[in-house]
C-alpha cells in the first residue's frame, strides 16, 4: 500500500496562496498518477487536479483552472498543489491520492488517499 501525507494546509485571507505537499512512499511512487480532491463540509467530494507518472500530463477542475497549479518530483516523491488567488469557497479539506491503473476525474479510480488537510480561506 502507498502511504500518502498531506501538509500544507492551514488559514489564508481571501486572495493570498497556499502551497500543499503531499509526500509518497518511495517503493512505487513513480508508477502511479497523482490526484488532488476536497471536500467541503456538507458536500460532495469535488476533483482538483491530477498529474500522470512523468509528469507530462495534468488535468484540471473547471472551478480551479488558471488559479490552482499541479506538479510533482520524482526525485523527492512529492506531489505539490500551488493554490493562488483564494477564494472563500476554496475552503475545504483537501486529499492527496494515488493512482496505479486508470485516472482522471474520478474519485472511484484512485486507489490510496492521504489523510487530508484542512485549507480555510477567510473574507
Known amino acids: 500500500q502507498v502511504q500518502l501525507v498531506e501538509s500544507g494546509g492551514g488559514l489564508v485571507q481571501a486572495g493570498g496562496s497556499l502551497r500543499l505537499s503531499c509526500a509518497a512512499s518511495r517503493r512505487t511512487f513513480r508508477n502511479y498518477a497523482m490526484g488532488w480532491f476536497r471536500q467541503a463540509s456538507g458536500k460532495e467530494r469535488e476533483f482538483i487536479a491530477a498529474i500522470g507518472p512523468s509528469g507530462g500530463i495534468t488535468v484540471y477542475g473547471d472551478s480551479v483552472k488558471g488559479r490552482f497549479t499541479i506538479s510533482r518530483d520524482n526525485a523527492d516523491d512529492t506531489v505539490y498543489l500551488q493554490m493562488v488567488e483564494l477564494k472563500p469557497e476554496d475552503t475545504a479539506v483537501y486529499y492527496c491520492?494515488?493512482?496505479?491503473?486508470?485516472?482522471?476525474?474520478?474519485?472511484?479510480?484512485?486507489?490510496?488517499w492521504g489523510q487530508g488537510t484542512q485549507v480555510t480561506v477567510s473574507s
Open positions: 491520492a494515488s493512482a496505479r491503473g486508470s485516472w482522471g476525474g474520478s474519485a472511484s479510480e484512485y486507489d490510496y
